[in-house]
């Protein structure tokens, strides 16, 4: 198995898939800015309910923007970056917990099996151009 990349481009499966998956989290990341200031408005905390909208809102935008630039070579520790701030938002709300896991794990399916996909195609692509495969090291 090869290592997971942190940086670096990515294949043409792989960076869609990711990017998908960081669009989809976006969403799910604004949603978390309505809860996270709606429990601090519960709690009496008017101020602090704005100031966690706001970071929700960054961190949502931190994610739509990753999804834009997945091809890029920095993309992809951006999607890494948005990932570690979605566990991190676990402590305001718990339940983001399991928003967290379950975008993690997405993350890294689709990147091991988007990895799989273009090794692939890249190995079938110079089969047809009648080069040797390279070796799977």
Known sequence: MTRLPFYGRQGK???RLLAITLFGQSIILSFFALVAR????????PQEG???LWIGL?????????SG???????????WIVQA?????????????????????????LLVQGMKVDRIVAEREQSE???PAPDAA
């Open 58 to 66: 960054g961190l949502a935008l931190l994610a739509l923007v990753a």
């Open 85 to 109: 701030l979605t566990w991190a938002s676990a402590v305001v709300v718990t339940a983001m917990i399991g928003v967290a896991l379950v975008f993690t794990a997405l993350w890294l399916l």
């Open 13 to 15: 499966f792989t960076f």
């Open 129 to 131: 151009a009648g080069e």
């Open 38 to 45: 709606g429990n601090a408005i519960a709690a009496g905390r």
């Open 50 to 52: 704005e100031r966690l």
């Open 69 to 79: 630039l997945i091809r890029r070579p920095y993309g992809i520790t951006l999607g």
